[in-house]
């Protein structure tokens, strides 16, 4: 089963089982209509349809990650295949668009306000209901960590090369403004 951060009802997906029926595949990137691609492979029913998705996978680190879940919209899932980000319609799997991280190390789900914050090595990128995206500022030269949500606010630590420490850094998580962190200098 996927995480279900946002109690979305409209459909259900769970990782799909190559002996299982389907009646559409497709491959991602592109939403190619009865293609394969090697990564993370995903069945999404609702009352409509059912249909796999066939996810490539990003390869920019092992430790990059896997995930799916239900857009905080509750009617798009969100697909992450070792990094490599997709938002697609859970109706209409032609609807997809790549999400712009590479690659996602992490998640932290903001149930209370309905964000998902996903993070990378140098920032972070929200996902609203809406429809809508933040992204934040440098926080890191590169490598973030305890990345959490705690009383409608991002905290972690970033690393800070200048003075080979991890600082901390808050974000608001409507919004990805903030302080702290480190960037490195233009």
């Not at 990003?58 to 980000?85: F, M, T, W, Y």
């Not at 030269?141 to 606010?153: I, Y």
Request: hydrophobic letters at 40%; charged letters at 20%; one cysteine or more.
């Amino acid at each position: 089963m996927i995480e279900n951060f946002f109690g979305a009802t409209s459909f259900s997906a769970a990782i799909f089982e190559d002996d299982e029926e389907v009646e559409f595949a497709y491959a991602y990137p592109g939403a190619i209509k009865d293609g394969w691609v090697a990564g993370l492979s995903v069945q999404v029913k609702t009352d409509l349809s059912s249909w796999v998705g066939h996810f490539s996978a990003g390869r920019e680190s092992p430790n990059a990650l896997n995930l799916c879940c239900a857009h905080p919209d509750g009617l798009q899932i969100v697909v992450i295949a070792k990094g490599l980000g997709y938002v697609v319609s859970s109706r209409q799997p032609e609807d997809w668009q790549l999400i712009p991280m590479r690659p996602i190390m992490g998640c932290c789900p903001a149930t209370d306000e309905n964000v998902l914050v996903l993070f990378g090595y140098t920032y972070a990128l929200g996902l609203l209901s809406d429809g809508t995206t933040w992204r934040s500022q440098e926080l890191s030269w590169d490598g973030l960590r305890n990345v959490h949500v705690s009383a409608g606010k991002v905290l972690g630590e970033g690393w800070d090369a200048s003075t080979s420490k991890f600082v901390p850094f808050e974000l608001d998580v409507l919004t990805g403004k903030g302080s702290g962190g480190a960037m490195p200098p233009l």
